[in-house]
């Protein structure tokens, strides 16, 4: 079945580390895209990328880090940097293109990051 | 830069009435796509509907319906026949059409559907 996997489920990281959340997807999607969720904040972007080894800063950037090396992959990495980086993450992937209709955002299961 | 807003935390709606959550969004762009995602306590999100923006109809799935209103930049969400399962937060969403694919989200409506 086709989806978009996060992993893992739960992290924890101790102050000052860097630590890697994945994200791979099946669904041949060209744009993917991490967001921070808070109580009250809704979803905030971190990054998006729309095609390989491309990629541009949302409104949160500040303290993280991406790659895009493969069409299938999008790790997002929490910096030392990253002042207050406990919150759950869901990272999404969609079509795109002035060709594309019915488009629409598919998302992982979000990773609950807590500093300890 | 695109903004969406949607202006109620929370609310609240019976069992088998219908609620309408509200969102707007500002924009310059004329070619765009809306979406109202739904996220239950598991935290999965869930499409619930969307909408191009070049369609004049509004769209419906099932009990969810929009009213798409393009000049005044507004999207509500109304959900009839509302059913304990509904009970969720809601975010509206904006997305660009033909260009920078970035996905903007509201800060979310959590409805609390009662008994």
């Known amino acids: 079945d086709g989806g978009i996997t996060q992993s893992p489920k739960y992290l924890f990281r101790k102050e000052g580390q860097n630590v890697t959340l994945s994200c791979e997807q099946n669904l041949n999607h060209d744009a993917m895209y991490w967001y921070r969720q808070d109580p009250g904040q809704g979803l905030r972007l971190i990054y998006y990328?729309?095609?390989?080894?491309?990629?541009q800063k949302g409104d949160i950037a500040e303290g993280y880090s991406v790659s895009r090396e493969k069409k299938e992959s999008f790790p997002l990495t929490v910096t030392s940097a990253q002042k207050n980086p406990t919150a759950f993450y869901l990272c999404?992937?969609?079509?795109?293109?002035?060709?594309?209709?019915?488009?629409?955002?598919?998302f992982g299961q979000g990773t609950r990051l807590t500093v300890v | 830069a695109q903004t969406v807003t949607q202006s109620q935390p929370e609310m609240s709606v019976q069992e088998a009435e219908t609620v309408t959550l509200s969102c707007t969004y500002d924009t310059s762009e004329n070619n765009y796509y809306l979406f109202w995602y739904k996220q239950p306590p598991s935290r999965q999100m869930i499409l619930v509907i969307r909408q191009e923006a070049y369609k004049q109809q509004n769209a419906t799935e099932n009990r969810f319906s929009v009213n798409f209103q393009k000049a005044a930049k507004s999207f509500s969400l109304k959900i009839s026949d509302s059913q304990l399962g509904d009970t969720a937060m809601y975010f509206c969403?904006?997305?660009?059409?033909?260009?920078?694919?970035?996905?903007?989200f509201g800060k979310g409506t959590k409805l609390t559907v009662n008994p």
């Open positions: 990328s729309q095609i390989v080894n491309d990629f």
């Open positions: 999404a992937s969609s079509s795109t293109g002035p060709s594309i209709m019915n488009t629409e955002a598919f």
């Open positions: 969403a904006f997305m660009r059409w033909g260009g920078s694919e970035k996905l903007v």
